[in-house]
């Protein structure tokens, strides 16, 4: 019974990993080092006053997704793999991550599932420390490479060892690929220039509607009617910017009140560039509603 066990777990292990030549059961913790690689540095700039650009939050949060990225275990990502055996059990391997504070903790694991809560493993855990610093003009981000590996090995059932899930060397080139391949993780922010207002016009509601649905994009494409109020959504396009626009029409002394909301976006990039013109096309928007609530 114990032989057919080992011969069914090395069987394993060579299917899923294809270096059982180089692998062998551990049965003892030990910790090894990395060799010392030099730090990573990138910049963000921060937006000009008025604009929502590049934030700590969002650096940190776009670091932790890109070492998570090339962290991930083939199309398993960060969930263990699995694969049911003929005992009833199910072998689990891959690698999880978390994250503290500033530490990246990464683990690659190889075990069995027996149960819901009995989870036997050999783990080997690394991490990558990273500092995010913000000065009045920029935010820097540091990332420094993982300086060890711990094993802690686990046993089967009946005390026979699991394979970790690469070895020593293995663990080295896997943990220093990721370092070497990690790059300034991208941000774009996106931002809108917006305004609001009210103003009479001649006609009643139904009309008023009707001319934005001649001259205007009908973004819900459904208008709404509720307590003798028109509610609908339109875009229109004004000196080149596309402007999502929401009205309100009230029946008003015969006549009609219009309430509008404007809304057009921008988009704040890393190296502080930006696509916002600081909302000057807010009053050529406004005026063609007008325009059109007239017409």
């Not at 509607?209 to 004004?238: G, H």
Request: charged share 25%; proline share 3%.
């Amino acid at each position: 019974m114990k032989l057919n066990k080992v011969a069914s777990l090395l069987l394993s292990f060579t299917v899923l990993t294809g270096c059982n030549t180089t692998l062998i059961p551990s049965s003892e913790e030990k910790t090894f080092q990395f060799e010392n690689i030099p730090s990573k540095e990138f910049k963000y700039i921060k937006a000009p006053d008025g604009l929502i650009g590049v934030q700590v939050r969002d650096v940190r949060s776009h670091t932790i997704n890109e070492l998570k990225r090339l962290s991930s275990w083939g199309r398993c990502n960060l969930s263990l793999c699995s694969k049911s055996t003929v005992s009833g059990l199910a072998d689990k391997w891959g690698t999880t991550a978390s994250v503290n504070e500033n530490t990246f903790n990464l683990n690659f694991i190889n075990g069995e599932l027996y149960d819901s809560t009995r989870f036997k493993k050999t783990t080997t855990s690394t991490s990558f420390q990273f500092d995010i610093t913000e000065t009045e003009n920029e935010i820097t981000l540091t990332l420094h490479s993982a300086k060890s590996a711990h094993l802690k090995p686990g046993r089967n059932a009946i005390g026979i060892p699991y394979f970790p899930l690469l070895n020593e060397s293995k663990t080295k080139q896997r943990v220093e690929s990721i370092f070497n391949s990690f790059t300034k993780p991208k941000i774009t922010k996106k931002g809108s220039h917006r305004s609001t207002g009210e103003f009479n016009v001649p006609f009643d509601p139904a009309s008023v509607i009707t001319s934005f649905e001649r001259l205007a994009s009908r973004v819900n494409a459904q208008d709404s009617t509720i307590e003798r109020k028109y509610k609908d959504s339109f875009t229109l396009k004004v000196d080149g910017k596309y402007a999502h626009v929401n009205l309100e029409v009230y029946l008003y002394r015969g006549k009609s009140k219009v309430a509008y909301s404007i809304s057009y976006p921008y988009e704040v990039y890393d190296n502080g560039t930006h696509t916002s013109d600081s909302g000057k096309a807010l009053s050529s928007i406004e005026k063609r509603v007008k325009e059109i609530a007239n017409s």
